[in-house]
């Protein structure tokens, strides 16, 4: 168990962190992405109800 955590905390000092200005830019990317695609599922399933209620 002793091995197995000091090999976590080598590997730990191996890792590259993102700085704070990328980890900025992901996540706005990422949260306008999901934006966006949400409003064009909301518009598709606008459409469909639309297209759906016309029919029956």
């Known amino acids: 168990m002793i091995k197995f ?4 905390g ?15 830019r992901d996540t706005t990317t990422v949260i306008i ?3 966006l695609f949400a409003i064009y599922l909301g518009a598709l399933d606008w459409a469909f109800n639309a297209l759906i209620q016309r029919l029956v």
């Not at 955590?5 to 976590?8: L, P």
């Not at 080598?10 to 990328?22: C, G, I, N, Y």
């Open 10 to 24: 080598q590997e730990m000092k191996l890792v590259t962190w993102p700085s704070f200005k990328q980890n900025r």
């Open 5 to 8: 955590f000091k090999s976590v």
């Open 33 to 35: 992405s999901s934006l």
